[in-house]
């Protein structure tokens, strides 16, 4: 079992920076990598970064350049650092921990995570993320 919990979320002015964190515990031997995914009111789920064990990231293009996701292994917790803020960034912001892969974007397509079973991909319960001036 892996559990995920967030934090760092809140509400902020357009243009402001907030950082997200997401700290794992339980059976995390085998993780391969932490992405974070959006899901704001009436809007499908959406990818905003990705890092792996390697250290290979992936972000959403609206994000690029504003977001930046990082991981400190020493405490078992991955980062979202947002700058720039937008209203559009508005949204429950979720951790995911992938065991056999995760989401990522190849010249700006997305390709979910590739799963074996259902516990393949793991979940935290959100953080809310308001941006508004």
């Known amino acids: 079992q892996v559990q995920l919990v967030e934090s760092g979320g809140g509400l902020v002015q357009p243009g402001g920076s907030l950082r997200l964190s997401c700290v794992a515990s339980g059976n995390i031997e085998n993780i391969y990598g932490y992405t974070w995914y959006r899901q704001a009111p009436g809007n499908q789920r959406e990818l905003v970064a990705g890092?792996?064990?390697?250290?290979?990231?992936t972000y959403l293009d609206s994000v690029k350049g504003r977001f930046t996701i990082s991981r400190d292994n020493a405490k078992n917790t991955v980062y979202l650092q947002m700058n720039s803020l937008k209203l559009e960034d508005t949204a429950v912001y979720y951790c995911n921990a992938g065991v056999t892969g995760i989401g990522r974007y190849y010249s700006g397509t997305y390709y979910p995570a590739p799963t074996s079973s259902g516990t393949d991909q793991y979940w935290g319960q959100g953080t809310q993320v308001i941006v508004s001036s």
């Open positions: 890092i792996t064990i390697h250290g290979s990231t």
